[in-house]
């Protein structure tokens, strides 16, 4: 072994490890790997961000852009709003759910095609009183399953392509490439999902809305009242921010969302949000009056939330949500985002601790008071995922029609080769912010920047372990075993090595480091490169055993209320089914 080799290997394995351990986050990982290799000598300075030009990598952003702006424009509303209307049917609403999301995932990003579908599955859950925990989880699975069918479905498919392209004699793989075998697998898979969801039983995240009627008061500031002259803030402040002033009432007027500098004045009735003890206790310091409801009949706090311009909108933290890891109290969400943060419910149950001290977590469900005009921008923003019905729509709906036909045309662009898939999918971005369907803030939000960078930073390392001669050296240690099996026996260990893989660490990093090792065993194995290619692939994207092997799993798992172990029980069968039905389709199309 060289020097290079040894260097080489060493950082590999370094990077492995981290992949694995994450003593920081994979894009930092890789960042650091990209480092040292041009520190090393094994990757020039002049090529060290050569990755982040890939057309892989391009068509990655533009993909994720565009998935963004068909949520934007309601383009799959009305699907959606189909779905809700199969009463008392749950499995045929469980399957239709699962199989739309798979399909809408073959064009679009995987978590963007679950995040259209989850607020449809939990209503129906609701509505038809089972536990979304069995609709929700085959929503993630046939999210991940979507990806297998076209070359823009996942990440993986575009980097497969892109080294097929780069390390053989044989091109890019053309659109629907994938589906020899993704859509069999597809097929199947949302099938067993619909058939085994029984074995997810009802978790205890089995109702996650929340409802604020119980802990809604009026109060009425009486003549000698001491919140008289005080901030809507400051009276806030008197109950530990365990109270929020959702209702403003003076005389006809009526505000709701009052902004928090208001002053408040004898007379005003004031509505209300919190617990029993810390409702009774600010009324108690502050003078206040509790008023009798009109006609001494009890009030709907839900409704009582609502008006022309506000509404009460339950929502999702969704993963890398900036909410995640804070209280409310260092939010400030009334002021920045003109929101107020009601109620929180984790898997199921309304959290009893105190508003200021709750830490939010990815999957929590909240109860919101948002403007109307302020709440799409806000939702965005904070990555929030609603969970109200699609009939209020977030979306620009006026634009629905013309985006999915920009999108359809960009498809026929790359299906007719009329335009590579990075130049024609970057062109439907361009021709979406153009035609005012897509923001330009919104195309940069919607891109997943650590996925971006881990791509860009890792492509490197596979021409350093071409270069110094590493990839020869690992085909040539492995020659001998490989030699001795059987195709099939080397194409599903390939494939069933990639699947462990990409249940510890980021599937985009398992392929750029397995393909070359791959393509070096295909020759040895007397296997077709493009079967080597596609066991890579599938492998990698069957992600099924964990909620960390892919982002649709985890967030499906507060709100579904399951353990790690839930996974296992409803993923280890599907993925053996993609081992032992992928691999003879592999070698049956691919050979």
Not at 13 to 36: E, H, I, S
Not at 238 to 250: C, E, I, K, S
Not at 344 to 350: A, C, P, T
Not at 573 to 579: M, S
Request: charged content about 15%; some cysteine; overall charge neutral.
């Amino acid at each position: 072994m060289t020097a290079d080799q040894m260097t080489v290997s060493a950082l590999a394995l370094l990077a492995l490890a981290g992949f694995v351990l994450q003593p920081v986050r994979y894009d930092v990982v890789a960042l650091l790997l990209l480092l040292a290799l041009v520190l090393t000598g094994q990757v020039a300075p002049a090529e060290a961000f050569l990755g982040f030009a890939e057309p892989a990598v391009t068509t990655v952003v533009a993909v994720l852009a565009i998935s963004k702006g068909l949520q934007a424009a309601g383009t799959v509303d009305l699907l959606l709003r189909r779905l809700g209307g199969m009463r008392g049917r749950p499995r045929l609403q469980v399957a239709a759910q699962t199989g739309l999301c798979a399909g809408f995932s073959g064009f679009m990003n995987n978590v963007g095609a679950l995040a259209l579908f989850m607020p449809v599955a939990l209503r129906n859950a609701y509505r038809e009183g089972y536990a979304p925990s069995r609709a929700l989880m085959p929503l993630a699975f046939g999210s991940v399953l979507g990806g297998l069918i076209t070359l823009i479905g996942t990440p993986p498919n575009l980097i497969i392509s892109a080294i097929r392209q780069e390390r053989t004699e044989l091109g890019p793989y053309a659109l629907f490439d994938f589906a020899w075998v993704g859509l069999p697998l597809a097929v199947l898979g949302v099938a067993y999902l619909v058939l085994a969801n029984r074995l997810l039983g009802d978790k205890r995240g089995g109702k996650v809305e929340v409802d604020a009627g119980d802990y809604v008061a009026e109060a009425r500031l009486g003549p000698k009242s001491a919140a008289i002259g005080l901030s809507i803030r400051t009276l806030e402040s008197m109950a530990d921010g365990d109270v929020t002033v959702v209702g403003l009432f003076r005389g006809p007027n009526r505000t709701l969302a009052p902004p928090g500098e208001a002053r408040l004045r004898a007379e005003d009735v004031l509505l209300l949000e919190g617990s029993a003890d810390s409702l009774r206790a600010l009324v108690e310091m502050a003078g206040l009056s509790l008023t009798e409801p009109d006609g001494g009949k009890p009030r709907d706090g839900l409704k009582a939330l609502v008006a022309d311009e506000v509404d009460a909108v339950e929502a999702i933290l969704r993963p890398g949500s900036p909410l995640i890891g804070r209280s409310p109290s260092a939010l400030r969400l009334r002021s920045q985002h003109g929101i107020n943060l009601l109620a929180v419910s984790r898997q199921g149950r309304r959290v009893t601790d105190r508003m200021n001290e709750i830490v939010l977590r990815s999957g929590d469900v909240v109860l919101l008071q948002a403007q109307r005009d302020k709440r799409a921008d806000a939702f965005q923003a904070l990555s929030l995922l609603p969970l109200a019905e699609r009939s209020v729509a977030l979306g620009r709906p006026q634009h629905a029609i013309l985006a999915g036909g920009m999108f359809l045309a960009g498809i026929l662009a790359v299906l007719f080769e009329l335009a590579p898939a990075h130049i024609a999918f970057t062109a439907v971005v361009a021709a979406m912010i153009l035609c005012r369907v897509l923001k330009p803030d919104e195309a940069y939000a919607a891109v997943d920047w650590p996925v971006i960078v881990l791509l860009g930073a890792l492509f490197p390392l596979g021409e350093a372990m071409e270069r110094s001669g590493t990839i020869t050296l690992l085909v040539e240690s492995l020659a001998g075993p490989a030699a001795a099996l059987p195709g099939w026996a080397v194409v599903g260990g390939i494939l069933l090595v990639c699947m462990l893989l990409s249940e510890v660490m980021a599937n985009n990093a398992t392929v750029l480091l397995m393909a070359p090792i791959a393509l070096g065993l295909a020759e040895v194995a007397g296997v077709s490169q493009d079967g080597m290619l596609m066991a890579v692939c599938i492998g990698t994207s069957c992600t099924f055993l964990s909620p960390i092997g892919h982002q649709s799993n985890t967030l499906v798992m507060e709100p579904g209320g399951y353990r790690f172990q839930d996974y296992a029980r409803l993923g280890t069968p599907l993925a053996l089914l993609c081992l032992l039905v992928g691999t003879p389709l592999i070698l049956l199309f691919w050979s």
